[in-house]
Each structure stands twice: as structure tokens, then as C-alpha cells.
């Protein structure tokens, strides 16, 4: 029964720690569930994959390997938060996505600074923001 108590007591705790970890101006957040990536979490929650990473930098590592069941992540940042997104297809390319969201391509490549400036690294299931705001 002590057990079971002190791991109740630890998981509440760690909980606790990761909410409390949350940036004071954290907008919207998640709780990581079993089976969850950044990129999953990012196009289930309309959140861009650089957006993420930068707003938990310091909690989810440059390989989004270290998520926690029950962790909760920041999604974005009051004033900051990109919401229209676009998750990245096979043969996408930066001019077509722009293109498909009316957007310069400057401003889809400020937005995602993750992205090159050749676009060469997009990859399927990024998430991008595709808004015509620029938040970065």
C-alpha cells in the first residue's frame, strides 16, 4: 500500500513540476498521452513543429525523444501563437504551400525558421504555420 501511495504522490508531483514549468504567458496547453510525438501533437493541436520546440525549449529535446506521459507542454505564447497550420505532404514545396495559402513565401519561411531558405528540409507530417501574420 506504501507503494502504491508513493508513486500516486510522485506521478502528482511530477504533474505538478511540469505545469509549473509552463511559461507565465503560455496560451493554450497539452497534456502528453501515450503514443504522442511532436508532430502528432502539433497537427492534433494546430500548432507549427518549430513553434512547439521553441515555446518547451528545455522540456522536449531536439529530438522530441524525452516526452512523459501526463507531462503538460506549453502550445504557444499569448500574442505569439501561430494557429493555422499545415501539415507538410509527400512533394510539397515551400512555393506550393505558399501558394496554397495565398502567402509570400518570405513570410511562410519567417514564420518557420526551422525551414531553409532553399526549402530543402521540409519532410512529411512537419507541421508549418501558413498564416499570412508573421509571429516569429
Request: glycine fraction near 6%; charged fraction near 10%; include cysteine.
Amino acid at each position: 500500500m506504501f507503494g502504491l501511495l508513493a508513486t500516486i504522490v510522485l506521478a502528482a508531483a511530477t504533474v505538478f513540476q511540469a505545469q509549473a514549468a509552463l511559461p507565465a504567458n503560455c496560451d493554450r496547453n497539452a497534456t502528453v498521452v501515450a503514443g504522442d510525438i511532436c508532430d502528432g501533437i502539433s497537427a492534433k493541436y494546430n500548432v507549427s513543429t518549430y513553434q512547439l520546440a521553441t515555446v518547451n525549449s528545455g522540456v522536449i529535446d531536439a529530438n522530441c525523444d524525452n516526452l512523459q506521459v501526463g507531462e503538460v507542454i506549453c502550445l504557444g505564447l499569448t500574442g505569439q501563437d501561430c494557429m493555422t497550420t499545415y501539415v507538410v505532404q509527400s512533394g510539397d514545396t515551400c512555393t506550393s504551400i505558399a501558394d496554397a495559402y495565398s502567402i509570400p513565401q518570405s513570410t511562410l519561411l519567417t514564420n518557420n525558421p526551422n525551414v531553409n531558405s532553399n526549402c530543402t528540409n521540409l519532410y512529411p507530417n512537419e507541421v508549418l504555420c501558413v498564416s499570412s501574420q508573421i509571429y516569429v
